[in-house]
């Protein structure tokens, strides 16, 4: 008499998205978990999804945040390489940053200059001023449609032995960025409220650009770490990568700001003799102490 077969076959769920039968966890179409899909609930959403999407020990932002503060050059070859399946996607890591950055800080108020100085400055600086804030607050990525191509171009060139095509050091600057709007936060925020109590400390906002700088040439140098040339040459590399990059940032931010200046100009003509009288009248004051 033949023993019955006692194995016990797995139970087939059908995936809620797309309907293929489903024997393991993860739909074979689409990659759903078809465990999952109960009905969202508060407890749930607070404590599970949340948690697990965005600060998963080992997938996500959090991950992908904490490979880039401690092994950036090996996670950007890995990543290169095809290992991508636990990290956050480099556009949506800079974009997502970029816009918890800049909430924090209008939160705390972005102010380029003292009321004392305002109160010094010709209309026409004071508009600039203001437009511009209102620019880069309203569109906070805007920079990076200029920056990241231009980063790019220049990292291609100089770091041409770590092998990364435009397209891949494209990425690379999407993720070092995102990593640099973060650290530029932390250093900037206590800053800008120290500001309000020491305007003194005004000078010292530029501050924010050291850790930024060096952070960036902290990673070329990794990206550089397999390839067969003396350290040295390394770090040449890496640093004139930074400083050319900080080049193009720095002339980038003028332009914007002489675009305003020649729209504001054009929209009221006076505020250019206004602009002139005021910078003779101070020249005229400075001369006698000379």
Same mark, same amino acid.
């Given at each position: 008499?033949?023993?019955?077969?006692?194995?016990?076959?797995?139970?087939? +769920? +059908?995936?809620?998205?797309?309907? /293929?039968?489903?024997?393991e966890q993860?739909?074979?179409?689409?990659?759903?978990?078809?465990?999952h899909?109960?009905?969202?609930?508060?407890?749930?959403?607070?404590?599970?999804?949340?948690p +697990?999407?965005?600060?998963?020990?080992?997938?996500?932002?959090?991950?992908?945040?904490?490979?880039?503060?401690t092994?950036?050059?090996?996670?950007? +070859?890995? /990543?290169?390489?095809?290992h991508?399946?636990?990290?956050?996607?480099?556009?949506?890591?800079?974009?997502?940053?970029?816009?918890?950055?800049m909430i924090?800080?209008?939160?705390?108020?972005?102010?380029?200059?003292?009321? =004392?100085?305002?109160?010094?400055?010709?209309?026409?600086?004071?508009?600039?001023?203001?437009?511009y804030?209102?620019?880069?607050?309203?569109?906070?990525?805007?920079?990076?449609?200029v920056?990241?191509?231009?980063?790019?171009?220049? =990292?291609?060139?100089?770091?041409?032995?770590?092998?990364?095509?435009?397209?891949?050091?494209?990425?690379?600057?999407?993720?070092?960025?995102?990593?640099?709007?973060?650290?530029?936060?932390?250093?900037?925020?206590?800053?800008?409220?120290?500001?309000?109590?020491?305007?003194?400390?005004?000078?010292?906002?530029?501050?924010?650009?050291?850790?930024?700088?060096?952070?960036?040439?902290?990673?070329?140098?990794?990206?550089?770490?397999?390839?067969?040339?003396?350290?040295?040459?390394?770090?040449?590399?890496?640093?004139?990568?930074?400083?050319?990059?900080?080049?193009?940032?720095?002339?980038?931010?003028?332009?914007?700001?002489?675009?305003?200046?020649?729209?504001?100009?054009?929209?009221?003509?006076?505020?250019?003799?206004?602009f002139?009288?005021?910078?003779?009248?101070?020249?005229?004051?400075?001369?006698?102490?000379?």
């Amino acid at each position: 008499m033949q023993a019955a077969d006692t194995t016990t076959l797995p139970s087939v +769920h +059908h995936c809620l998205n797309c309907g /293929y039968a489903v024997p393991e966890q993860y739909c074979g179409r689409c990659g759903q978990d078809v465990h999952h899909t109960h009905r969202i609930t508060l407890r749930f959403l607070l404590f599970h999804d949340l948690p +697990h999407s965005i600060w998963h020990v080992d997938k996500g932002i959090g991950y992908t945040f904490r490979q880039m503060m401690t092994r950036p050059g090996a996670m950007l +070859h890995e /990543y290169m390489a095809g290992h991508r399946a636990q990290h956050f996607r480099p556009i949506s890591y800079l974009l997502l940053i970029t816009a918890v950055s800049m909430i924090l800080l209008s939160a705390v108020g972005m102010v380029p200059a003292t009321t =004392a100085q305002q109160a010094d400055m010709p209309r026409l600086l004071q508009l600039m001023m203001e437009r511009y804030m209102q620019l880069y607050a309203k569109y906070p990525t805007l920079i990076y449609v200029v920056i990241l191509p231009a980063n790019a171009l220049l =990292a291609a060139w100089l770091l041409r032995p770590a092998r990364f095509n435009f397209a891949e050091m494209l990425l690379t600057q999407a993720f070092i960025s995102g990593t640099t709007t973060f650290i530029s936060s932390v250093v900037m925020l206590p800053l800008l409220l120290l500001t309000r109590y020491y305007p003194a400390l005004q000078p010292f906002m530029m501050v924010a650009m050291l850790p930024y700088m060096a952070y960036a040439a902290w990673v070329y140098r990794q990206l550089l770490e397999p390839a067969r040339m003396p350290v040295e040459d390394k770090w040449v590399r890496s640093i004139g990568t930074v400083v050319l990059q900080t080049v193009v940032l720095v002339i980038s931010l003028a332009l914007v700001q002489v675009a305003i200046v020649v729209s504001l100009i054009r929209q009221d003509p006076s505020l250019l003799e206004d602009f002139k009288a005021q910078t003779a009248r101070k020249a005229a004051t400075e001369q006698p102490r000379r």
